[in-house]
Structure formats: C-alpha cells, structure tokens
T-cell receptor, first 118, second 116 residues
Framework: AQTVTQSQPEMSVQEAETVTLSCTYD???????LFWYKQPPSRQMILVIR??????QNATENRFSVNFQKAAKSFSLKISDSQLGDTAMYFC???????????????FGKGTLLTVNP | DGGITQSPKYLFRKEGQNVTLSCEQN?????MYWYRQDPGQGLRLIYY???????QKGDIAEGYSVSREKKESFPLTVTSAQKNPTAFYLC???????????????FGPGTRLTVL
C-alpha cells in the first residue's frame, strides 16, 4: 500500500517570499502520478500541480513548481512570490497508474497548513 | 459553466436517519468519487464509479451506499449504520477510462454533514 507523509503540519511565510512544502511517499510502483491540491478556508479542493513519475522534468504552473526526486521518493512544492490568497491547507497526493484501466486510487497526506502573512 | 456541484452545502441529520448527498457534474467525465474528510486528516475514499451502472467500494464504505444511474450524477447515502457520520464530504470526477494517461480528479465544493 502507498503512504504519503507531509512532515510539516503548519508553516508560515511573509507575503512576496518563497516557501517550500515537503512531501515524501512510499511505493513499490514505477509508474504513478503525484499531485498537490490546495484547500482554502472555503474548503473547495483545488488542483495546484500534477507530475508524472516517468517525466524527469519538474512540473511548473506560474508561481508553483515542484522538486520531484524519484529515487528519494520526494515531491516538494515551491511557492514563489507568496500571496495572501495562497493561505490554505495543502495536500500532497499519490495515484498509481493502472495499465489498461482508469486510475482511481488517490492517497492523500494529512496536509500542511500554510499561512501567508502581510 | 462546467464543473461539479454538491448540495446541500450544510446538512443536519438526527441519529437513526438516512440522508442523501447530491453530486452532479457536467464535465462529461466517466469516473466519479466520494471522499470523507475529518479534522486533521487527509481525504479517505468511500466509493468510486468508473462507468454508469457500476461502482466499487473504497477504503471506508461501511455505512454508506451509492448509485450511478446517470453519467452526470453520483449520489451518496449515509445510512444509520454509519457510526460516526459527522464529517465533510467531497465529491470528485475525472476523465477516467477516457484518458488514463492524463487522469486527474477535480473536486466539488463539499457538503458538511452534522449529526445532532
């Protein structure tokens, strides 16, 4: 079974600064996907970024980028130029690739609460 | 507007009553999912459906039931057999079998269920 660990329950950052959230996972699979979702106070779960394990290039989405280290099973999220609207709970999630079928099993970490201070 | 809707936003139930949570999507996604979120926890999978008229149990299906009669709809019933139903419930959908290499789950706004 896969497990996802987020070792930082809470973090804070000043507006306009950069912050990195950590995520490690445990799996014996070779093909899989990794995600970061954010959950602001509204509690809507919003996709931030997605990474395919077979791609060596780190995914980026505007101010959000990841550092994917497959051998170390590490998947950290970097937020640049932090904004007040980035305040949210951030969840790391793992999904294995099911050959010939739909990938259904998202395994979540327990989340990191990020607060951006003015 | 394409998206996933859940209703109601807040739901109160007396002990011993069944209650049904609604989830609708107009993204033309094949797959739909129900998750439960408790304080300080990540999401846990209750049920999922990869195609109409088919669904499978997730990790914590006891005390819950679902149906998938239409592609757009995946209602969740919380039965009286669920011992601790107070939680935040999230519905998600994804392209599923239609796009296995790019399959990504998108979430609705959630329903907060409180048992009185």
């Amino acid at each position: 079974a896969q497990t996802v660990t987020q070792s930082q329950p809470e973090m804070s950052v000043q507006e306009a600064e950069t912050v990195t959230l950590s995520c490690t996972y445990d799996t014996s699979e070779n093909n899989y996907y990794l995600f970061w979702y954010k959950q602001p106070p509204s509690r809507q779960m919003i996709l931030v970024i997605r990474q395919e394990a077979y791609k060596q290039q780190n995914a980026t989405e505007n101010r959000f980028s990841v550092n994917f280290q497959k051998a170390a099973k590490s998947f950290s999220l970097k937020i640049s130029d932090s904004q007040l609207g980035d305040t949210a709970m951030y969840f790391c999630a793992f999904m294995k690739h099911v050959r010939g079928g739909s990938n259904y099993k998202l395994t979540f970490g327990k989340g990191t609460l990020l607060t951006v201070n003015p | 507007d394409g998206g996933i809707t859940q209703s109601p936003k807040y739901l109160f139930r007396k002990e011993g009553q069944n209650v049904t949570l609604s989830c609708e999507q107009n993204l033309n996604h094949d797959a739909m999912y129900w998750y439960r979120q408790d304080p300080g926890q990540g999401l846990r999978l209750i049920y999922y459906s990869q195609i109409v008229n088919d669904f499978q149990k997730g990790d914590i299906a006891e005390g819950y039931s679902v149906s998938r009669e239409k592609k757009e709809s995946f209602p969740l019933t919380v039965t009286s057999a669920q011992k601790n139903p107070t939680a935040f419930y999230l519905c998600a959908s994804s392209p599923g079998l239609a796009a296995p290499r790019t399959d990504t789950q998108y979430f609705g706004p959630g329903t907060r269920l409180t048992v009185l």
